[in-house]
Each structure stands twice: as structure tokens, then as C-alpha cells.
């Protein structure tokens, strides 16, 4: 077990490029969470899948971000023309649901990926 | 609107000057809550799970307990490898399996 891997760990861009983030979840866990944080505050939710399947998108999410996961496997977060606003660490989190297919609260977070928007 | 504030925002202690995190919550139906532990540069680390109002867990110096409102991170005789953000998050009913994250509170424990 490896843990939730995500790269790059680090991305500096500036204002109008698009980004891209990949996260490789633990192996055997069919769920996957992105959250974005700020300096100074916890994790805001942004989507999550079970398996390939997006099946919550936050209000948080303009048009420019987008999420895959394709084959149920590791994902990836675009952001379209970047803007300043954008700059935080965009958290990836895997978890299994239990036998009943309850999702658990126990999350397993990598270690971040930073972005920086000059 | 389902909320979780914590408090104190930061906090310094002294090793082996015991204290008490608070998280209060607002949801509209309540499935877990959550405390994490998130070292600088680092994913948070999950530390305990809490179900229904009475609940305790423990771990080492960490006690965590659970009312109807909030719940409480009790930090008995810290070290200073207890420093770190201690961050709270909600799972709510009929929800999906997001967490709520409060804005966490930042301890120091001074050798």
C-alpha cells in the first residue's frame, strides 16, 4: 500500500494557462474526493466518484474546472484559464464504501498538489 | 445551511499543559464526525470517527467526544510533536460521503 499519490506536487503557471492534476488513489478503494484549500482554511469539497462515475460536483466548481476518472482508476483535475483565485492545494482523498455501501468518513488524503497563478 | 465552526483558531501550549479543541456544528442530520490531524505541507490524517452524542474515542493523548453540538478534542500532558492543525469535518444524511471541513484549529506546544 502506497498510500494516494499526487502529481505534480507543486505548479506554478500564469494567469489564462490551463492546469492539469493527477491523483492515484489506493488501489483497492472505488471512491475518490477532490477538495481545494486555502491558507489559514480546512478542505472545501469539490467532486467526488465511485468508481468512473462523478456523482457530486460542488457549486465551488465553475465551467473551467473539470474531473475525470477514467475506468474507475486515477483522476485527473483540468483547470481551464487560470485565474489567481485559483491558487491553493487541490487535496485528492480515496476511501472504500463499507459492505452496506455507506461511504465511510475515513478518508485517505495525499499529500497535495499546489498551485500557484501569477 | 450545514456548518462546522472550530475554535480556537490557534492555540499555544506548554508541554504537559493539558487543553480542549471545540467543534460546533450545524447540520441537518448528522452521519459521523470527524477529526483529522494536518502537518504543514502535508493531506490531513484521519484520527477518529464519532457516531451518536456520548461517543468517545481515544488514542494516545487525544480524546475526542461528542454532544448533540459539537464535540471536543481533548489533548492531555501535550508533547511537542502534538503540533499540527487539528481539523473537524461532518458527514451529513442523505448527503453523499462529502466531508464538511471546519477552518481547524492550529496548536503549538512548546517544549
Known amino acids: 500500500d502506497t498510500g494516494v499519490s499526487q502529481n505534480p506536487r507543486h505548479k506554478i503557471t500564469k494567469r489564462g494557462q490551463n492546469v492539469t492534476f493527477r491523483c492515484d488513489p489506493i488501489?483497492?478503494?472505488?471512491?475518490l474526493y477532490w477538495y481545494r484549500q486555502t491558507l489559514g482554511q480546512g478542505p472545501e469539497f469539490l467532486t467526488y466518484?465511485?468508481?468512473?462515475?462523478?456523482?457530486?460536483k460542488s457549486r465551488l466548481l465553475s465551467d473551467r474546472f473539470s474531473a475525470e476518472r477514467p475506468k474507475g482508476s486515477f483522476s485527473t483535475l483540468e483547470i481551464q484559464r487560470t485565474e489567481q483565485g485559483d491558487s491553493a492545494m487541490y487535496l485528492c482523498?480515496?476511501?472504500?464504501?463499507?459492505?452496506?455501501?455507506?461511504?465511510?468518513?475515513?478518508?485517505?488524503f495525499g499529500e497535495g498538489s499546489r498551485l500557484t497563478v501569477l | 445551511e450545514d456548518q462546522v465552526t472550530q475554535s480556537p483558531e490557534a492555540l499555544r501550549l506548554q508541554e504537559g499543559e493539558s487543553s480542549s479543541l471545540n467543534c460546533s456544528y450545524t447540520?441537518?442530520?448528522?452521519?459521523?464526525l470527524f477529526w483529522y490531524r494536518q502537518d504543514p505541507g502535508k493531506g490531513p490524517e484521519f484520527l477518529f470517527t464519532?457516531?451518536?452524542a456520548g461517543e468517545e474515542k481515544e488514542k494516545e493523548r487525544l480524546k475526542a467526544t461528542l454532544t448533540k453540538k459539537e464535540s471536543f478534542l481533548h489533548i492531555t500532558a501535550p508533547k511537542p510533536e502534538d503540533s499540527a492543525t487539528y481539523l473537524c469535518?461532518?458527514?451529513?444524511?442523505?448527503?453523499?460521503?462529502?466531508?464538511?471541513f471546519g477552518q481547524g484549529t492550529e496548536l503549538s506546544v512548546k517544549p
Open positions: 482523498a480515496s476511501s472504500q464504501t463499507a459492505g452496506t455501501g455507506d461511504p465511510t468518513g475515513e478518508l485517505f
Open positions: 488501489s483497492e478503494h472505488n471512491r
Open positions: 466518484f465511485q468508481n468512473e462515475a462523478q456523482l457530486e
Open positions: 447540520v441537518s442530520g448528522l452521519r459521523g
Open positions: 464519532l457516531y451518536s
Open positions: 469535518a461532518v458527514q451529513v444524511r442523505n448527503q453523499g460521503g462529502k466531508l464538511i
